[in-house]
């Protein structure tokens, strides 16, 4: 797997769930996806509509630039080691440029 995506998944799974889809290749129902932090929430067919416009709601409620500003903090090891990965990638084998 290309360091990019080892980079995503170390940022939102638990170990556990980072080495059964990583290194195993393992594919998860939407019920186990939401325990393995792939998924946020996982909604029947019937109250997709309701439950985002009630999200959408809730995030337009939300000081946009404290929200954009908090979330760059909580992200910015992250983002850095995604920055760093894709770097890598694109001079390694595993390449879009190749």
Do not use: C
């Amino acid at each position: 797997m290309h360091n990019a995506g080892i980079a995503i998944a170390k940022s939102r799974l638990s170990e556990v769930y980072l080495n059964r889809s990583v290194n195993n290749a393992e594919i998860f129902n939407p019920i186990d996806a939401v325990k393995a932090g792939f998924l946020d929430l996982n909604v029947p067919e019937t109250h997709l509509l309701p439950t985002a416009i009630k999200v959408a709601m809730m995030f337009s409620k939300l000081n946009k630039k404290a929200h954009v500003e908090t979330k760059l903090k909580v992200r910015k090891l992250h983002l850095e080691v995604l920055a760093n990965a894709i770097e890598l990638d694109l001079a390694g084998e595993i390449s879009l440029n190749a």
